[in-house]
């Protein structure tokens, strides 16, 4: 089974940018969407964005205009590129892979490890 690999988190300053990549050992084609999701100390984890094999994309409310979710199919890797980065988007981020939907937990399939994000005022 292919394992997803997050990299590219870290430590940045209140309207900083940092890129999020998520890498597959293994191609699989039968996915139907592929996301992020974060973590928050004392929250529950929330879908941040998805992309679906239509190429329509999602984002939650609180990122839409700052976050960007693209996917290069030539190396199977799923990127989060985070501008205008706040405080509040500190948090543990997910690459997730499902065969349906990927708008609730419940739905993913197949998970990431998580790469850790801190955003500093």
């Known amino acids: 089974q292919a394992q997803l690999v997050e990299s590219g988190g870290g430590s940045v300053q209140a309207g900083g940018s940092l890129r999020l990549s998520c890498a597959a050992s293994?191609?699989?084609?039968?996915?139907?969407?592929l996301g992020w999701f974060r973590q928050a100390p004392g929250k529950e984890r929330e879908r941040v964005a998805s992309i679906y094999r239509s190429g329509d994309t999602h984002y939650a409310d609180s990122v839409k205009g700052r976050f960007t979710i693209s996917l290069d199919n030539a190396k199977n890797t799923l990127y989060l590129q985070m501008d205008v980065l706040k405080p509040e988007d500190t948090a543990v981020y997910y690459c997730?892979?499902?065969?349906?939907?990927?708008?609730?937990?419940?739905?993913?399939?197949?998970w990431g490890q998580g790469t850790q994000v801190t955003v500093s005022s």
């Open positions: 997730a892979a499902s065969l349906t939907l990927c708008a609730a937990v419940a739905s993913i399939n197949r």
């Open positions: 293994l191609y699989n084609p039968t996915n139907n969407c």
